[in-house]
C-alpha cells in the first residue's frame, strides 16, 4: 500500500515564473491538504481539496491555487514566484469521514533563485 | 486568532526522559497531535489525543488537557535517532466535515551521548 507520494522532490525555478506541485494521497483517503513549511518554521495550511473543490483556505495570495481530479490526486500552482516561495510543501492526505491523523507526503522543497 | 507555542530547542541525553510542552489557543477544537520530524524529511505521526488524559504509545506519551488548552509528549528511554523536531498540531473543525491542522513551529531536540 503505497503512502502519499508527491513529485517532484526537488525544484529549482526563478522569479515570476510558475510551478506545478504533485500529488497522490495514501489508497483510501479522499482529502487532500497541501502545507507550506519554511525553513525552522511549522508546517502552514495553503487549502485543502475534497470532492474535487476547494473546501477551505489558509491565509496565502491567489497566486496559489489548486486542483484534485476524479482519482483524489492534486496539484498544487503557484504563479509570480517569489523568493519567499522557496519552501518545503508538504501534502497531507487523510479521510474525512474518519476521526484519524493525516499522512505527509516527503515534500517537494522548492528553491526560487 | 489561533496559536500553539512550545519551545524552540530542547537538549537531553540519551537514556533520559524529556518532556516537550504544548500550549494553544484556537477556536474549533477537534484533536491535537504530535508528530516526529527529521531534518528534510516529511513529519510522521507520533500519538493523538481529543480527550483529556494520557495515552501512551510505547516510548512516546502524549497528555491533554482542553481546560488549560495543554499539551505534553513525553519521550522515554531516549535514543540518538530521536534527535528531531518534534511538531504540535490542533485539528480545527469549521462546520463541516473540513479539519486542517494548525502547527506549532516545533521544538528541535537534541539527543547527546
Not at chain 1, 495550511?45 to 496559489?64: H, S, T
Not at chain 2, 516526529?36 to 495515552?55: C, I, K, M, R, W
Not at chain 2, 521544538?107 to 547527546?112: C, E, G, H, R
Request: net charge neutral; aromatic share 12%; hydrophobic share 35%.
Amino acid at each position: 500500500d503505497a503512502g502519499v507520494t508527491q513529485s517532484p522532490t526537488h525544484l529549482i525555478k526563478t522569479r515570476g515564473q510558475q510551478v506545478t506541485l504533485r500529488c497522490s494521497p495514501k489508497s483510501g483517503h479522499d482529502t487532500v491538504s497541501w502545507y507550506q513549511q519554511a525553513l525552522g518554521q511549522g508546517p502552514q495550511f495553503i487549502f485543502q481539496y475534497y470532492e474535487e473543490e476547494e473546501r477551505q483556505r489558509g491565509n496565502f495570495p491567489d497566486r496559489f491555487s489548486g486542483h484534485q481530479f476524479p482519482n483524489y490526486s492534486s496539484e498544487l500552482n503557484v504563479n509570480a514566484l517569489l523568493l519567499g516561495d522557496s519552501a518545503l510543501y508538504l501534502c497531507a492526505s487523510s479521510d474525512r469521514f474518519l476521526n484519524t491523523e493525516a499522512f505527509f507526503g516527503q515534500g517537494t522543497r522548492l528553491t526560487v533563485v | 486568532g489561533q496559536n500553539i507555542d512550545q519551545p524552540t530547542e530542547m537538549t537531553a541525553t540519551e537514556g533520559a526522559i524529556v518532556q516537550i510542552n504544548c500550549t494553544y489557543q484556537t477556536s474549533g477544537f477537534n484533536g491535537l497531535f504530535w508528530y516526529q520530524q527529521h531534518a528534510g524529511e516529511a513529519p510522521t505521526f507520533l500519538s493523538y489525543n481529543v480527550l483529556d488524559g494520557l495515552e501512551e504509545k510505547g516510548r512516546f506519551s502524549s497528555f491533554l488537557s482542553r481546560s488549560k488548552g495543554y499539551s505534553y509528549l513525553l519521550l522515554k528511554e531516549l535514543q540518538m535517532k530521536d534527535s528531531a523536531s518534534y511538531l504540535c498540531a490542533v485539528r480545527v473543525a469549521r462546520g463541516g466535515a473540513t479539519n486542517k491542522l494548525i502547527f506549532g513551529t516545533g521544538t528541535l531536540l537534541a539527543v547527546q551521548p
